[in-house]
């Protein structure tokens, strides 16, 4: 097995959506290729032969540490019943991602025209989900996707999270959605790091993508790791800037790929390690940790 | 502006004191009781009864008894089902009743804005009290018959032959709880008790006791001498133990020295350390059965 000390990428992470298989095989794949946290999605837990218990138990046996759990989808601007069954939902993600261990919920904006294009009723309701996270130790990162309703980019994500102002509420960024939108790279400047509570990474191949369907396309079967797209110099550009802004948290790859869904685990993980690689070493420079990060202890065997 | 606006002669009537809802939109009252779960409930009966309270009632259906000393309650709850902790042996805080002027209506004000509700398990003729997630699995129950009425009177039987309302010792009032909450989730609780409650933020160089750690909120009541202070206190830096609970409970004496005097009499132990020992601000005791603490604070208000 290869140790994560043959470079220092421990600030990355894959997702469990890039790999195809059983939730066992998908963190042996992680762990084997170096890499120390996993990004969880609800249905691998509730999608595990053993049931919820056994998959939190596969989690914490893998040694992997949880970077967030997601996803949380449509929550917002919604009224009466919808709303209620939405905070039904929500509570039950909430639960998993404490089952987990994890601190961070991702909740993407909306696409629902059934939903308000209210900024500060957005903001409301969001701040009502922060609320619900305060007990169970979690933060919000909310995500703004790019073929969102009435939230498709990460400053109207932001101002919404102004308008909420709560301590556990902040934003997560993805850069397939800030590429797919073509939202110019400085406005990452205006962000405030402490409360960017997560970073997505994937690039993808097209140049373009104009229409909502097409994004949605693409995000859902084009993806590709960083480095291996065509925005190479984007993703470096929007990797930078976030860390000259002062950002210091995870980032993971959020990399749907129907390709990479029929390839053998390791062969996936293989190209998800030199792509951390690549942002850690060549682009971050991060040749040694982090002061203060939690280190994990190799796995033995 | 005008004189004439300052200066009204002869008002019709005496003016009123500003108030309003948004101060206190649950019409909080303070504390009715804090509950103790544990499986020794007699164990904890004996360290109670050290500190002046006085066993007066037990529930109808369930394994709990009612503790009393003046205007405090405690109830100590060893009924597995129904409060999370009650199958271990250590005590722990496991909820705070809160006065409400409707519990209804805080009921549905704070589930509107987040709070989870907790599925309460009445038995026949029983109250129905609405309950709410808290710190560490605890649980903040609403209740609104405190004055005419009592929630005792329907679901607890006094204990024959005792006194129902033993007097308090040395004058022991409810003060404030404290819990220990995780790394860096000072502004989460803070942010969660004022959307929730209307708690307002002491400013930190106020301070009571001798245990000034943390952060102090103070919930608002109908009645100001019924206030209380949450402290909040996170871990020391690079400290294992990050886990969140209600760790012990404040009261307020009006002259510490001598409730510690009244209380070392009774048999409890007070801590005598260079780091915290008893003095004219405050004292605290030993920790009893692994978890229970009290802290005495000076609190002129009965």
């Given at each position: 097995m290869r140790l994560h000390t043959e470079g220092n990428f421990e600030g990355f992470g894959m997702d469990t959506i890039t790999l195809a298989g059983p939730l066992e095989a998908k963190l042996k794949a992680m762990r084997e290729a170096g890499f120390t946290q996993v990004m969880l999605k609800a249905n691998d837990l509730v999608g595990h032969p053993g049931g919820l218990d056994a998959a939190v138990q596969a989690v914490k046996d893998s040694g992997l540490r949880g970077t967030g759990f997601q996803v949380l989808r449509d929550f917002e601007g919604l009224s009466g019943h919808l709303h209620h069954y939405k905070v039904d939902i929500a509570k039950s993600m909430l639960e998993m991602c404490a089952a987990l261990g994890c601190t961070v919920l991702l909740a993407c904006s909306s696409t629902s025209r059934h939903a308000t294009q209210d900024l500060d009723l957005i903001a409301r309701d969001l701040r009502k989900l922060a609320m619900l996270a305060v007990p169970l130790g979690i933060r919000i990162a909310y995500e703004g996707l790019s073929w969102g309703h009435t939230v498709n980019e990460f400053t109207t994500a932001w101002d919404v999270v102004c308008r909420a102002d709560c301590p556990n509420l902040g934003v997560g960024i993805d850069s397939f959605h800030v590429l797919a939108a073509k939202t110019p790279l400085s406005e990452i400047d205006y962000l405030d790091p402490s409360k960017i509570f997560l970073v997505q990474l994937a690039d993808f191949l097209w140049q373009d993508t104009p229409t909502f369907e097409e994004r949605m396309a693409t995000a859902r079967t084009m993806r590709v790791f960083p480095g291996e797209g065509v925005h190479s110099e984007q993703v470096v550009e929007l990797v930078l800037r976030l860390d000259k802004l002062g950002y210091r948290g995870d980032y993971s790859f959020e990399v749907f790929n129907d390709d990479f869904l029929n390839l053998p685990l390791p062969t996936v993980a293989e190209r998800a390690r030199k792509s951390a690689l690549w942002l850690a070493e060549d682009v971050l420079k991060r040749s040694v940790p982090l002061p203060g990060q939690m280190r994990l202890k190799a796995m033995a065997g | 502006m005008s004189d004439l606006l300052l200066n009204t002669p002869d008002p019709r009537e005496p003016l009123q004191a500003s108030f309003s809802d948004a101060a206190n939109p649950l019409g909080l009252d303070g504390i009715e009781f804090i509950e103790y779960a544990t499986s020794k409930p007699q164990a904890l009966g004996q360290?109670?009864?050290?500190?002046?309270?006085?066993?007066?009632?037990?529930?109808?259906?369930?394994?709990?008894?009612?503790?009393?000393?003046?205007?405090?309650?405690?109830?100590?709850?060893?009924?597995?089902?129904?409060?999370?902790?009650?199958?271990?042996?250590?005590?722990?805080?496991?909820?705070?009743?809160?006065?409400?002027?409707?519990?209804?209506?805080?009921?549905?004000?704070?589930?509107?804005?987040?709070?989870?509700?907790?599925?309460?398990?009445?038995?026949?003729?029983?109250?129905?009290?609405?309950?709410?997630?808290?710190?560490?699995?605890?649980?903040?129950?609403?209740?609104?018959?405190?004055?005419?009425?009592?929630?005792?009177?329907?679901?607890?039987?006094?204990?024959?032959?005792?006194?129902?309302?033993?007097?308090?010792?040395?004058?022991?009032?409810?003060?404030?709880?404290?819990?220990?909450?995780?790394?860096?989730?000072?502004?989460?609780?803070?942010?969660?008790?004022?959307?929730?409650?209307?708690?307002?933020?002491?400013?930190?160089?106020?301070?009571?006791?001798?245990?000034?750690?943390?952060?102090?909120?103070?919930?608002?009541?109908?009645?100001?001498?019924?206030?209380?202070?949450?402290?909040?206190?996170?871990?020391?830096?690079?400290?294992?133990?990050?886990?969140?609970?209600?760790?012990?409970?404040?009261?307020?004496?009006?002259?510490?020295?001598?409730?510690?005097?009244?209380?070392?009499?009774?048999?409890?132990?007070?801590?005598?350390?260079?780091?915290?020992?008893?003095?004219?601000?405050?004292?605290?005791?030993k920790t009893y059965l692994g978890s229970v603490v009290f802290e005495l604070v000076h609190s002129a208000q009965e």
């Amino acid at each position: 097995m290869r140790l994560h000390t043959e470079g220092n990428f421990e600030g990355f992470g894959m997702d469990t959506i890039t790999l195809a298989g059983p939730l066992e095989a998908k963190l042996k794949a992680m762990r084997e290729a170096g890499f120390t946290q996993v990004m969880l999605k609800a249905n691998d837990l509730v999608g595990h032969p053993g049931g919820l218990d056994a998959a939190v138990q596969a989690v914490k046996d893998s040694g992997l540490r949880g970077t967030g759990f997601q996803v949380l989808r449509d929550f917002e601007g919604l009224s009466g019943h919808l709303h209620h069954y939405k905070v039904d939902i929500a509570k039950s993600m909430l639960e998993m991602c404490a089952a987990l261990g994890c601190t961070v919920l991702l909740a993407c904006s909306s696409t629902s025209r059934h939903a308000t294009q209210d900024l500060d009723l957005i903001a409301r309701d969001l701040r009502k989900l922060a609320m619900l996270a305060v007990p169970l130790g979690i933060r919000i990162a909310y995500e703004g996707l790019s073929w969102g309703h009435t939230v498709n980019e990460f400053t109207t994500a932001w101002d919404v999270v102004c308008r909420a102002d709560c301590p556990n509420l902040g934003v997560g960024i993805d850069s397939f959605h800030v590429l797919a939108a073509k939202t110019p790279l400085s406005e990452i400047d205006y962000l405030d790091p402490s409360k960017i509570f997560l970073v997505q990474l994937a690039d993808f191949l097209w140049q373009d993508t104009p229409t909502f369907e097409e994004r949605m396309a693409t995000a859902r079967t084009m993806r590709v790791f960083p480095g291996e797209g065509v925005h190479s110099e984007q993703v470096v550009e929007l990797v930078l800037r976030l860390d000259k802004l002062g950002y210091r948290g995870d980032y993971s790859f959020e990399v749907f790929n129907d390709d990479f869904l029929n390839l053998p685990l390791p062969t996936v993980a293989e190209r998800a390690r030199k792509s951390a690689l690549w942002l850690a070493e060549d682009v971050l420079k991060r040749s040694v940790p982090l002061p203060g990060q939690m280190r994990l202890k190799a796995m033995a065997g | 502006m005008s004189d004439l606006l300052l200066n009204t002669p002869d008002p019709r009537e005496p003016l009123q004191a500003s108030f309003s809802d948004a101060a206190n939109p649950l019409g909080l009252d303070g504390i009715e009781f804090i509950e103790y779960a544990t499986s020794k409930p007699q164990a904890l009966g004996q360290v109670l009864e050290m500190m002046g309270f006085r066993p007066i009632a037990r529930h109808r259906s369930r394994e709990i008894l009612l503790y009393r000393q003046g205007g405090l309650n405690i109830v100590v709850n060893a009924h597995a089902a129904d409060a999370p902790g009650a199958n271990q042996e250590v005590p722990q805080i496991s909820a705070i009743a809160l006065r409400a002027r409707d519990a209804r209506a805080a009921y549905n004000y704070v589930l509107e804005r987040g709070a989870w509700a907790v599925p309460t398990h009445a038995e026949v003729m029983e109250l129905n009290i609405p309950a709410i997630h808290g710190a560490g699995g605890s649980r903040i129950y609403f209740v609104d018959r405190y004055k005419e009425f009592s929630i005792y009177g329907v679901d607890f039987v006094p204990i024959p032959s005792v006194e129902q309302h033993p007097a308090a010792t040395a004058g022991i009032h409810f003060f404030g709880v404290v819990q220990y909450i995780g790394p860096g989730r000072s502004n989460d609780w803070i942010e969660f008790y004022r959307e929730l409650f209307g708690t307002e933020l002491i400013p930190d160089d106020l301070r009571f006791g001798i245990m000034p750690k943390g952060t102090l909120l103070r919930t608002p009541a109908l009645d100001a001498t019924q206030r209380f202070m949450l402290q909040l206190v996170e871990p020391e830096p690079h400290v294992l133990d990050t886990g969140e609970k209600l760790q012990r409970i404040g009261l307020g004496v009006p002259d510490v020295l001598a409730a510690v005097q009244a209380l070392r009499a009774l048999g409890v132990e007070f801590v005598e350390t260079a780091a915290a020992h008893t003095e004219r601000r405050g004292a605290i005791t030993k920790t009893y059965l692994g978890s229970v603490v009290f802290e005495l604070v000076h609190s002129a208000q009965e």
